[in-house]
C-alpha cells in the first residue's frame, strides 16, 4: 500500500516563499515518477511539476517555472517543491502523486491528501 503526506502548508504573505514535503512510504512503493499538482478554488487540478525517480529529473510547467523547483529528499524519500514569490493566485490546495509522470491527473493512481496554502497580507 501506498502512502503520500503533504506537510508544509500555510499562510504566507504575498513575495513570500515556501517549501512543501511529500513524504512516501509503502512496500510496494517504486513509482516511475513523483508530481506536484494543485487545485484553486473553483478551478480544476493544475499540473505543476514533476520528477523521474530514477534520475531526478524534473520538469516543472512553464506557468510556474521560475519560482518554483522540484527535488527528493532521498534520505527522507520524500518530494520537494519550494515556490518562491508567492502572489495570491497561489492560493490553492497542493497535492503530491506518484505514478506514470505524466502531465496529466489521470496518470497517478496515488495521491496524497493535499496541503493547504493561502496566500494573503
Known amino acids: 500500500q501506498v502512502k503520500l503526506v503533504e506537510s508544509g502548508g500555510g499562510l504566507v504573505q504575498p513575495g513570500g516563499s515556501l517549501r512543501l514535503s511529500c513524504a512516501a512510504s509503502?512496500?510496494?512503493?517504486?513509482?516511475?515518477?513523483m508530481a506536484w499538482f494543485r487545485r484553486a478554488p473553483g478551478k480544476e487540478r493544475e499540473f505543476l511539476g514533476v520528477l523521474v525517480m530514477s534520475n531526478e529529473s524534473t520538469y516543472v510547467a512553464p506557468a510556474v517555472k521560475g519560482r518554483f523547483t522540484i527535488a527528493r529528499d532521498n534520505a527522507q524519500n520524500t518530494l520537494i517543491l519550494r515556490m518562491n514569490d508567492l502572489n495570491p493566485e497561489d492560493t490553492a490546495v497542493y497535492y503530491c502523486a506518484a505514478g506514470r509522470g505524466t502531465t496529466v491527473p489521470s496518470g497517478y493512481p496515488h495521491w496524497g491528501q493535499g496541503t493547504q496554502v493561502t496566500v494573503s497580507s
Open positions: 509503502g512496500s510496494s512503493f517504486n513509482p516511475y515518477a
